[in-house]
């Protein structure tokens, strides 16, 4: 077991390490991971997302009960952060949102693939892929439309048309890869269509990109940060890696999901911060600093809560 929560971590920890060198001896500097960001946000983890949905069976998404509790588990817990960040810590929505997206949004690809595929077999890999489609189809578009609104609220024109402004971030998220891709590869799921070969075989080659790219853009983005723990931090920790699992395990009761797939379930919430949030946060310019900590204290708590679950269960 302790090899499995290794396989999921040393990698990780690994490339981290990797970037933050690359800086240290000076072949990049720290403000070159905005060009890292742009990679895997508008390229790299789109065609992943797609990658992952085009090849799921239908047969796997049909189990509403699971989705359901993979969605109250993901969504609760980005409602709930959204509330902290706006009316505990008082944040502007934009900043708000962003620490919503730190705390509900989990590192399932590139953290919590390898440690269920090692514990439940390739049946681990359901919980990464409908994990991965929640997020896609309702956190990363309403994340979009809350940073836009935030946005032109910041620039304060008075009283907007808010309307309008919705309208136009929505539009804004349709169009978005991250958002469109993972969908039409559902889409394409569903209507049994298999892609050439050679096409799956482009889309991978990008797709393999966004791990390590995330990974080792984090790794430019610690050095020279000065490590925090602040109340937001804090409370970010707390959210993510205690309260999501909790309310996997709320999603699994209220769904009637037993057995492997309700432990797949609470130990995927129990997946530390996904390097994408902070790529997020970069780009927006937005809780950059609050996100980079959680990203790394999240990661090294991931590997005890991991652990700790996986004995429990098993």
């Known amino acids: 077991m302790l090899n499995t929560i290794l396989n999921g971590l040393l990698p990780v920890a690994f490339v981290i390490m990797l970037g933050w060198l690359s800086v240290r001896i000076g072949l990049l500097k720290h403000d070159d991971a905005s060009v890292l960001a742009t990679l895997v946000i508008r ?30 588990g993901l969504m609760g817990t980005y409602v709930i952060a959204l509330g902290v960040g706006r009316f505990v810590f008082r944040h502007d929505l934009r900043t708000a949102t962003m620490q919503a997206l730190v705390c509900a949004f989990p590192d399932m690809a590139y953290f919590g693939a390898p440690i269920l595929a090692a514990v439940f ?21 309403l994340t979009i439309v809350l940073t836009g609104l935030g946005d032109k609220n910041a620039m304060g024109t008075g009283q907007p048309d ?9 539009a804004r998220a349709v169009i978005n890869p991250i ?13 049994h269509v298999t892609l050439p070969g050679p ?32 109340a937001n931090v804090l409370a970010n920790l ?51 600093r609050d996100a980079t900590a959680t990203i ?15 004995a429990y269960f098993f």
């Open 238 to 288: 707390g959210i993510k890696n205690f309260l999501q699992p909790a309310l996997m395990a709320l999603g699994a009761v209220l769904f009637g999901v037993v057995g492997a797939p309700a432990h797949q379930a609470v130990i995927t919430g129990a997946v530390p911060t996904a390097t994408a949030a902070a790529m997020f946060a970069l780009k927006s310019d937005t809780y950059t």
């Open 43 to 72: 390229f790299a983890l789109p065609f992943a997302l797609f990658e992952g949905a085009v090849k799921t069976s239908p047969d796997k998404l049909h189990n509403a009960g699971f989705a359901l509790c993979l969605t109250l």
């Open 199 to 230: 096409v799956l075989t482009s889309v991978d080659l990008i797709a393999k990109a966004a791990g390590g790219t995330s990974l080792f853009a984090l790794g430019l983005m610690l050095y020279g940060e000065r490590f925090v723990l602040n």
């Open 179 to 191: 958002v469109w891709l993972p969908i039409s590869g559902m889409v394409l799921s569903f209507c």
């Open 121 to 141: 077999g390739p049946e681990g890999f359901l919980a990464v892929l409908v994990g991965n489609l929640v997020t896609s189809i309702f956190m990363l578009p």
């Open 296 to 310: 790394l204290v999240s990661t090294i708590l991931g590997v005890v809560t991991e652990g700790l679950l996986i």
């Open 162 to 170: 808010v309307l309008r402004v919705f309208g136009q971030s929505i």
